[in-house]
């Protein structure tokens, strides 16, 4: 095994920049993207990769459960785009060769992070941990991991063994599925663990350096607008690093399709969402950083929504409704009353 790469001048302590995010602000940005983010921090382009390192899911091999969550066809693989499914289940080495080879050759990255995607990516021994991580980062071009996983497979022994990564120099992410910081929500979906968990999480891998992305999904079973932009108050207060936002997809082969086919379950619509998605970002600390905003994988496997989820086509509608409204990210966010606001009896 070669020597792993690292990533020269990067301290052990990891928290997002604020006066970069500031800067992005001033320079016309209506909410914080991620991407551009990096690019300002690093002073070149990091492009994400997706690798399927064979991992499972204790909500899939019976030990929760052996149905999933109701939203996620076959450990969530079907979700992604077409053009990495060509790599997925081969070795991990031609997996992230490959897929360098081929995006740097698109100029869509000069350093890549890797997206260890599909499924519950800290559901293994620490020491098999290792073995997979450790050949990840081989790659000279890699500064770091973005790991996909649960709030409830995150034991110290884990934690531990990513801080020492972060001590090499490399950036970690842990990319946590919460989807709703609502119990009931995460019951409804079958997730099997509550908001404790992320709570816990959040705390304890930034005493180790490793930042947390919040995966959020818009339109679930029976959560209201108004819980949805509280799941965005909830994530600024606990301080996450980033999160994605999806809308609740139906795929082919879940529990969801089943209850959309029956009527049970009504997609969110386009109008609805972009409306939510507004409010959500506006509620959010404006200095959280988002890395997606809708869903443009799994098309050929979609059921519903009809309309195209794409971001690409999502982005430019929201900034309109930003710009219309003279918002952006963080202008309502305000957990209680200022001084100023305080009148006597």
């Given amino acids: 095994m070669k020597p792993r790469a690292k990533v020269k001048g990067v301290v052990t302590e990891r928290r997002i920049d604020r006066r970069v995010i500031d800067e992005m602000y001033r320079d016309g940005y209506l909410y914080a993207?991620?991407?551009?983010?990096?690019?300002?921090?690093?002073?070149?382009?990091?492009?994400?990769?997706?690798?399927?390192?064979?991992?499972t899911c204790p909500n899939w091999d019976s030990r929760l459960d052996d149905k999933g969550c109701i939203f996620c066809p076959w450990f969530a693989k079907k979700f992604t785009h077409e053009s990495f499914r060509r790599v997925l289940g081969r070795d991990l080495r031609v997996q992230v060769?490959?897929?360098?080879?081929?995006h740097k050759a698109t100029g869509a990255g000069e350093?890549?992070?890797?997206?260890?995607?599909?499924?519950t990516n800290t559901y293994k021994p620490p020491n098999e941990l290792r073995r997979i991580y450790d050949i990840?980062?081989?790659?000279?071009?890699?500064?770091?991991l973005s790991i996909g996983t649960r709030p409830d497979c995150l034991p110290e022994e884990v934690l531990d063994l990513l801080s020492e990564y972060v001590k090499?120099?490399?950036?970690?992410?842990?990319?946590?599925?919460?989807?709703?910081?609502?119990?009931?929500t995460c019951e409804r979906i079958n997730r099997h663990h509550g908001i404790a968990e992320i709570l816990n999480i959040v705390e304890e891998a930034h005493k180790r350096g490793?930042?947390?992305?919040?995966?959020?999904?818009?339109?679930?079973?029976?959560?209201?607008?108004?819980?949805?932009?509280?799941?965005?108050?909830?994530?600024?207060q606990i301080n996450a690093d980033a999160v994605k936002i999806y809308p609740l997809l139906v795929m082919k082969g879940t529990q969801l399709v089943n209850e959309y086919l029956s009527g049970k379950y009504r997609p969110i619509s386009k109008i609805e969402y972009l409306s939510i998605l507004a409010d959500f970002i506006e509620n959010l600390s404006p200095h959280i950083l988002i890395q997606r905003i809708s869903k443009d994988a799994g098309v050929d496997e979609k059921i519903a929504p009809e309309w195209n989820?794409?971001?690409?086509?999502?982005?430019?509608?929201?900034?309109?409704?930003?710009?219309?409204?003279?918002?952006?990210?963080?202008?309502?966010?305000?957990i209680g009353l200022n001084v100023d606001e305080l009148k006597p009896i």
Avoid: C
């Fill in 97 to 102: 060769d490959e897929q360098i080879k081929y």
């Fill in 309 to 334: 989820t794409h971001r690409f086509l999502i982005g430019p509608e929201l900034e309109k409704i930003l710009m219309l409204r003279g918002t952006r990210q963080g202008s309502r966010y305000k």
């Fill in 136 to 144: 990840l980062l081989e790659h000279e071009d890699v500064v770091g």
């Fill in 168 to 184: 090499e120099g490399y950036e970690i992410w842990l990319e946590l599925g919460q989807q709703s910081m609502h119990y009931h």
């Fill in 33 to 55: 993207k991620f991407g551009e983010y990096f690019r300002r921090t690093h002073g070149y382009k990091i492009f994400k990769i997706p690798v399927d390192a064979g991992f």
């Fill in 111 to 119: 350093k890549f992070l890797i997206y260890v995607a599909f499924a």
């Fill in 210 to 236: 490793i930042l947390i992305l919040i995966f959020t999904i818009l339109g679930l079973p029976y959560e209201t607008p108004s819980e949805m932009i509280e799941t965005a108050r909830i994530i600024s």
